[in-house]
């Protein structure tokens, strides 16, 4: 029989105090102005100032060891952590990809040069981190990538292009999924290796991609001839492939796979509210039940994470119905309000619902397309 | 959870799975109470877990009961064990005292039961509708009115008028009249008909979730064995993508309900359920027709067929779905206390512990 049951989480005592302090603490910033909360500032929120306050606080890399800059708290802390921070609206994007996924990479197969060199910097929220992986003719099929890197002395010399990365313009150093050998058709996973390149190398150029909204948060990387010396291989050569799947669980499972929108549903909800508008409210409320069962599920994948289970699978279908959701409340929201969803509107409302309606279809592209996640989902449970 | 959990888990996953066979359940749907495997239960101490042993119980706690109906809803067990179960955690804090024989109840405060002092005992009189097993148990627990109190009493329903009816599924839900039924010897509990209302429909929603979540697996199951032993064009079903599109859907289904069942167990036995059970009863109400349906897809026609094992797990979901409150009920009592919370923004209602104030009705 297929185990498909998650552990239940409880927060402790000491837990829902520091979600407490991490509330008042957003509440604060955002009465002196620090921010304007918005959908989606996981891609789209980017602040400078934001994220090295974070850095100060503690709360960047907080899970690490403390002698890489961490503070040693747990997974659901930070779990806690990122759950206020997007219920808030608050700009996390700068450092979101190297607090969520570069600094495990790191731990996990760096050298410790690279962890003494890059991780301290990143929990000081000083040092952000953009994600190669997509080519122009390598989407879904993340193996037909071309970008390569051939040895060269002292490093390598590396040729191809990227593109849709996020942040590239804003990071300092990108992570970058190339081959080291041939492609071979037999073996098409083998030969791909993981290189740290610095966004100010010499022949990378960033040519930004106007986002559908006319903003700009991702970019078309290219590479010629840059140069990156060997220190700057991570883990073992040829391994690439298999390092950046491990960091695919992290990627899919935690709360902004469910919380891309949820300012949206809070403010719909104090609007509804303030209206008396009971008939409304009972329509709205119908999207509870999704939202706390995701949110359940979310939580006992990270509490597997943190224990080292398997949770590729589980990761896959938090995602794949977390983002559905996500979309979902807009849906339901312009039904509800009737009012005109503009970037730019003066209403708080309004523009929570531009925000959710313009970036929607990229929360079930990004990260694993639903389509690609309901194939490992149901190969998955097939072959159990 | 106590620590028989395992235990009592793996040995009740026996009985279930010995003796839920496609023929028990067609018996029972042609109404044959199967006594036999409810003996087994009831001498198991199955029917009388989470109550403590110095009062006759089985001992263990809510985790256990209700990962146990998991398990019966799973198997389709044709028997009223949840209501046995939640007739006897409501009965005994009143008072009450209970064999190992099947009861049920109903404790809606909208029947209109009334009962009136005679000789030595009580004169009944009054209608209850849609009580589950009513035609198999001997007892029921029932509120009703007596000199204008809300009260409870422990029932026999040897001279009550039962009409037989069914749930999509076939199992009992019978319409119990008692007209001027003469009951010696009965004693009666005052409650507050609110309270004890709301709390035996909590319970029974919880229930319904956990058979809910239980009977998702196991159509999950069928139709993962049917993807894989049915070859079209050539090749397995699970080869076509737009089957797997259908896997992922009940595959994501089911994991959401054992989530939501279990997280409102979890919760339950932490003294919170105010949210968490109607939020769960609404989740598994909703995914019980998403996956009904999409396993009935992937069957084909052989899953439309009687001879088949499906139509047993999906009518329970289609029946279970709407019992002790469907998605728009829970969803107005949900509307109620978020709309009266006017302090608390959602995502601190979602992330307290804390109750709702009370609302009145
Ligand atoms: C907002 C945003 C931010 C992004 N940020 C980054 C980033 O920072 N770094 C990065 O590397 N990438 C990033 N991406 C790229 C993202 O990872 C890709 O969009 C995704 O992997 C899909 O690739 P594609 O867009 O080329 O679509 P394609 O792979 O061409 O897919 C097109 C359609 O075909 C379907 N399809 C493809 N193959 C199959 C199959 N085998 N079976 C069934 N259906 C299939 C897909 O599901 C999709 O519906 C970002 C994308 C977005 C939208």
């Known amino acids: 029989m297929i185990k498909l049951e998650l552990p239940v989480v409880k927060f402790t005592a000491e837990q829902t105090e520091f979600r407490n302090t991490v509330r008042e603490f957003l509440i604060e910033e955002k009465k002196r102005g620090a921010f304007e909360s918005r959908c989606d500032s996981w891609l789209s929120g980017e602040s400078v100032d934001f994220s090295r306050k974070l850095g100060q606080k503690g709360w960047i890399g907080m899970t690490w060891p403390k002698k890489y800059g961490g503070r040693e708290r747990s997974a659901l802390e930070r779990y806690i952590l990122t759950e206020e921070l997007l219920t808030a609206g608050a700009p ?61 002395d002292g490093g390598w010399l590396l040729n191809g292009s990227k593109i849709w990365t996020s942040g590239a313009h804003l990071s300092h150093y990108m992570i970058v999924l190339c081959r080291t050998s041939p492609f071979d058709p037999n073996n098409r996973h083998a030969g791909m290796s993981q290189l740290v390149v610095n966004m100010k190398a010499e022949g990378l150029t960033v040519r930004p991609i106007q986002f559908l909204t006319g903003q700009h948060h991702f970019n078309e990387v290219f590479f010629e001839n840059v140069f990156v010396p060997d220190n ?31 300012p949206l549903l809070d403010e719909l909800i104090k609007i509804l509210r303030e209206n008396d508008d009971e008939e409304g409210m009972r329509e709205a409320v119908s999207l509870l039940p999704e939202l706390w069962t995701l949110r359940n599920m979310s939580m006992g994948v990270a509490k597997y994470l943190e224990e080292g289970h398997d949770v590729n699978m589980a990761a896959a279908l938090v995602k794949e119905l977390g983002t ?61 | 959870m106590s620590d028989m959990l395992d235990m009592i888990i793996e040995s009740s996953n026996r009985i279930f799975k010995d003796n839920c066979t496609k023929q028990l359940l067609d018996d029972a749907e042609d109404g044959n109470f199967a006594i036999d495997l409810w003996n087994i239960i009831a001498e198991s101490g199955l029917s009388s877990i989470a109550l403590p042993e110095n009062k006759g119980g089985a001992g263990g706690d809510f985790i256990d009961a209700f990962n146990i109906l998991k398990l019966a809803g799973k198997y389709g067990l044709p028997l009223p064990l949840a209501e046995t179960l939640i007739a006897k955690w409501l009965g005994t804090e009143l008072g009450f005292t209970f064999s190992n024989e099947p009861v049920t109840f109903s404790i809606q405060k909208d029947d ?12 009944i009189a009054g209608e209850a509708k849609d009580v589950p097993w009513a035609s198999a148990a001997k007892h029921i627990l029932l509120l009703g009115k007596s000199n204008e109190k809300d009260v409870i009493a422990f029932v026999p329903l040897d001279n009550a008028k039962i009409i037989k ?13 008692f007209p001027n039924i003469l009951a010696n010897g009965l004693s009666l509990r005052e409650v507050n008909c609110i309270d004890i209302s709301e ?37 397995s079903l699970h080869r076509f993508q737009s089957i797997q599109q259908h896997i992922a859907v009940l595959t994501g289904e089911t994991t959401a309900c054992l989530t939501a069942a279990n997280s409102a167990i979890y919760a339950l036995q932490g003294g919170r359920y105010e949210k968490e059970i109607p939020l769960a009863k ?33 009518r329970r979901l ?43 009705e």
């Open chain 2, 165 to 177: 009816g069914k749930n999509l599924a076939a199992e009992p839900r019978d319409h119990v009249i």
């Open chain 2, 318 to 360: 289609w029946s279970w779905r709407d019992e002790a409150g469907n998605e728009a009920y829970w969803g107005k009592k949900l509307t109620k206390l978020i709309m009266k919370d006017k302090d608390s923004s959602l995502w601190e209602i979602l992330t307290n512990d804390k109750q709702f104030t009370k609302v009145e």
């Open chain 2, 282 to 314: 609404m989740k598994l109400s909703e995914s019980a027709g998403v996956i009904a349906m999409a396993a009935h897809q992937l069957h084909g026609a052989i899953g439309m067929t009687y001879e088949h094992m499906l139509h047993h797990m999906t």
């Open chain 1, 92 to 152: 996390v994007a700068a450092h979101w990809f190297a607090d969520r996924q570069t600094g495990p990479l790191f731990l996990k197969f760096g050298t410790e040069e690279q962890k003494n060199f890059f991780l301290p910097m990143i929990t000081k929220g000083e040092c952000f981190f953009s994600i190669g992986l997509s080519e122009p003719n390598a989407g879904s099929d993340l193996a037909a990538i071309k970008t390569k890197a051939e040895r060269t």
């Open chain 1, 232 to 262: 700057r291989l991570i883990g073992i050569e040829g391994n690439g492939w298999k390092q950046g799947m491990a960091e695919l669980a992290y990627e899919r499972s935690g709360p902004e796979r469910i919380l891309s929108t949820y």
């Open chain 1, 324 to 384: 559905k959701f996500e979309t979902s409340i807009a849906e339901k929201a312009r039904l509800l309000l009737s009012q005109l969803p503009s970037i730019e509107s003066a209403e708080l409302i309004n523009r929570f619902m531009a925000q959710s309606i313009l970036h929607g279809p990229g929360f079930t592209l990004r990260g694993g397309t639903t389509e690609i996640l309901r194939g490992i989902v149901a190969k998955g449970v097939v072959s159990q």
């Open chain 2, 199 to 235: 709390k035996s429909i909590h319970l029974l929603a919880l229930a319904k979730s956990a058979m809910i979540a239980g009977a998702a697996e196991k159509v999950l199951a069928l139709s993962l064995f049917y993807a894989n032993e049915r070859q079209q064009f050539g090749r």
């Open chain 2, 112 to 123: 209109n039961i009334s009962f009136k002092m005679t000789g030595d005992g009580y004169s």
